[in-house]
């Protein structure tokens, strides 16, 4: 069964530091996202991505991120300065159309030092 | 901006009992979705409802979409322990793509 995948599975990262997490979305999918999960928290959306430019974003998603899709296949969030806050599991979401459910990953959890 | 209540927050229940959770809005949505999170894992897709009133089962689990779309339930019946984890409710608005989340509601199964 398609599935979407995530790398790495744990990022610890120092204060002020670049990351970026990436995902490989289900092939014949046509939208992407990302979201993100304080411990103990409820998903909150950060951005959806459609035909190569970002098509929704969250008051979450500042000039601190950004998304790319430098192929056919993989996806990626680029965190560029982290805090502290920034630490949570990031997911990755696709789907075929939008408006229609969502397949996550198993998530990046980010922690940030 | 929309918002999801789910509950009840957290369940403690005996093998073999049904279960029911819901979630309310005052905002409409056009598409429900449930999910269910083990530990430590991404939210697995249970259940997608899209049409008011809809009332849909993928095997235990059964879901509907409130007529008024701004609600659903979610009912697992015969529970058993692999049923254990958080369940979201998550709704989507009308030409929008992303997904609200509930705050989820933790099911503990005692055996």
């Known amino acids: 069964e398609p599935e979407v995948t995530q790398t790495p599975s744990h990022q610890v990262t120092q204060m002020g530091q670049e990351v970026i997490l990436r995902c490989v979305p289900i092939s014949n999918h046509l939208y992407f996202y990302w979201y993100r999960q304080i411990l103990g928290q409820k998903v909150e959306f950060l951005v959806s991505?459609?035909?190569?430019?970002?098509?929704?974003k969250s008051e979450i998603f500042d000039d601190q991120f950004s998304v790319e899709r430098p192929d056919g296949s993989n996806f990626t969030l680029k965190i560029r300065s982290t805090k502290l806050e920034d630490s949570a599991m990031y997911f990755c979401?696709?789907?075929?159309?939008?408006?229609?459910?969502?397949?996550f990953g198993q998530g990046t959890r980010l922690t940030v030092v | 901006g929309q918002q999801l209540n789910q509950s009840p927050q957290s369940m403690f229940i005996q093998e073999g009992e049904d279960v029911s959770m819901n979630c309310t809005s005052s905002?409409?949505?056009?598409?429900w979705l449930w999910y269910k999170q083990d530990p430590g894992e991404g939210p697995v897709l249970l259940i997608a409802?899209?049409?008011?009133?809809e009332l849909t089962s993928n095997g235990r689990l059964t879901a509907q979409f409130g007529i008024t779309r701004k609600d659903s339930f979610l009912n697992i019946s015969a529970s058993i322990p692999s049923d254990v984890g958080i369940y979201f409710c998550?709704?989507?608005?009308?030409?929008?793509?992303?997904?609200?989340f509930g705050q989820g509601t933790r099911l503990t199964i005692n055996p």
């Open positions: 409802l899209y049409k008011a009133g």
């Open positions: 905002s409409i949505f056009n598409t």
């Open positions: 979401a696709s789907s075929r159309e939008g408006g229609t459910e969502a397949f």
């Open positions: 998550a709704g989507q608005i009308q030409g929008a793509q992303k997904l609200v």
């Open positions: 991505f459609y035909n190569n430019e970002i098509s929704e």
